[in-house]
T-cell receptor
């Protein structure tokens, strides 16, 4: 398994500002993912971030709003830009095992509240 | 859309076995059954997965029917800390997890 940490664990931000969330993994992984979980809802995939290539965004998510960096095999950032109250969610970083049946592991999440 | 159907909620008495059902009638031959759980205010936690055979680990057992159209996750001796939302997901090993609504399991003292 992989141990994943996220910073910050929570934040309260003002409308129109941006927040960068960091994700650190204790081992090298090829595939990392960013999810959003709105209050009372299930997980929604924002994008897939592979090292050395541009992130791949799911329908409804765009790079200008959610820019992602993946500088190496153990680290990634997600920025939530020009925030509005609708961006209030838990943002989760996830990694997939490099082999076998590709189990997926999750960080503790970043709870974002936009006022 | 999620390929699985789960009851929205279940109760179980502490110390008893919790049996969580999942229907996946359209599962294909290459798709695995994965179970995750999400305890309140935490990230999802991997529990177990299987293809055809029943599986057991330190957390739970997974029973898959012979036709693979349904499965049951068994927590043999449920504790209050097992209260969580449990997600059953089917996917091919290198594909995305697609999350449904899951089953909210409440363990009662």
């Amino acid at each position: 398994s992989a141990v994943i940490s996220q910073k910050p664990s929570r934040d309260i931000c003002q409308r129109g500002t941006s927040l960068t969330i960091q994700c650190q993994v204790d081992s090298q992984v090829t595939m990392m993912f960013w999810y959003r979980q709105q209050p009372g809802q299930s997980l929604t995939l924002i994008a897939t971030a592979n090292q050395g290539s541009e992130a791949t965004y799911e329908s409804g998510f765009v790079i200008d709003k959610f820019p992602i960096s993946r500088p190496n095999l153990t680290f990634s950032t997600l920025t939530v830009s020009n925030m509005s109250p609708e961006d209030s969610s838990i943002y989760l970083c996830s990694v997939r095992a490099n082999r076998g049946t590709y189990e997926q592991y999750f960080g503790p999440g970043t709870r974002l509240t936009v006022t | 859309d999620a390929k699985t159907t789960q009851p929205p909620s279940m109760d179980c008495a502490e110390g008893r076995a919790a049996n969580l059902p999942c229907n996946h009638s359209t599962i294909s031959g290459n798709e695995y059954v994965y179970w995750y759980r999400q305890i309140h205010s935490q990230g999802p936690q991997y529990i177990i997965h299987g293809l055809k055979n029943n599986e057991t680990n330190e957390m739970a057992s997974l029973i898959i029917t012979e036709d693979r159209k349904s499965s049951t996750l068994i927590l043999p001796h449920a504790t209050l800390r097992d209260t969580a939302v449990y997600y059953c997901i089917v996917r091919e090993s290198n594909y995305q997890l697609i999350w449904g609504a899951g089953t909210k399991l409440i363990i009662k003292p």
